[in-house]
């Protein structure tokens, strides 16, 4: 056996596919890296045929992975929900897990539809469509998984036609405020508070008709139990 360095995402995404599959080979290279650091094993069937299985040691490591998984989802959840809370104390009213589509023109004027699901979208408690601003908040907890998002430049265009104001929420060290580029805004998520690194740019900006049917179809989160305004 080799010594076994640490396994990449493919790696981890091939164990959990031999892990719920009949195990059949596909030869190829991350199976060579699996069989050599010990995390799959080849069996041979009665007629001859090889198969794949996944050792203990392979084991052990998909559940570690989805315990890292696990504990990233929950990090992100309480900080899509601390920042929900603290635009409905702004005055806002909030959504979580919007399904939108926003339309990008393209240089050749065709338009590129791309669909975004924010992780709060949130317009002010106003019955003036000129003053409802609104805004969208995407939270990243790994860095990893913002600069997957930073390559995207459509997903992230898309959020910023969607709204007046656009906001990275980062995590506190997973990056720095300069890395994410100045049409953004940037909040630093503390273990007890925002941290305002940079203000988002304001544009004017009224929903559209598709927008507006995403909310009409979704429910606004109910407002923080603390709010005073709330038994009013």
Same mark, same amino acid.
């Given at each position: ?43 041979? &069937? ?6 794949? #299985? ?13 315990? %890292? ?7 992100? &959840?309480?900080?899509?929900? #601390? ?8 005055? #806002? ?5 919007? +399904? ?9 004027? #065709? ?31 790994? %860095? ?13 265009? +898309? ?74």
């Amino acid at each position: 056996m080799l010594p076994v360095s640490p396994p990449t995402r493919l790696h981890l995404q091939r164990l959990r596919q031999l892990w719920r599959s009949a195990g059949w080979p596909c030869q190829d290279l991350v199976e060579v890296e699996l069989l050599a650091a010990g995390w799959i094993e080849r069996l041979r &069937e009665a007629d001859g045929r090889e198969r794949l #299985r996944v050792t203990d040691a392979g084991v052990a490591l998909i559940a570690a992975s989805l315990s %890292r998984n696990r504990a990233a989802r929950d990090s992100h &959840e309480a900080l899509v929900e #601390r920042v929900a809370t603290e635009m409905q104390r702004a005055g #806002r009213i909030a959504w979580r897990g919007l +399904a939108l589509r926003a339309g990008l023109p393209q240089e050749d004027g #065709r338009t590129l539809w791309v669909n975004a699901m924010p992780d709060v979208y949130s317009i002010r408690h106003s019955t003036v469509e000129d003053y409802l601003e609104p805004a969208v908040h995407e939270i990243k907890v790994s %860095r990893a998984d913002l600069l997957g998002e930073l390559r995207r430049p459509h997903k992230s265009a +898309a959020y910023r036609a969607l709204c007046g104001q656009c906001w990275f929420v980062i995590k506190a060290g997973i990056a720095d405020p300069d890395e994410i580029p100045g049409e953004y805004g940037v909040l630093i998520g503390h273990a007890t508070h925002l941290e305002l690194a940079r203000p988002a740019p304001k544009r004017a900006c009224k929903p559209d008709l598709a927008t507006w049917m995403a909310l009409a179809r979704a429910t606004p989160l109910l407002p923080p139990d603390d709010d005073p305004q709330w038994p009013l």
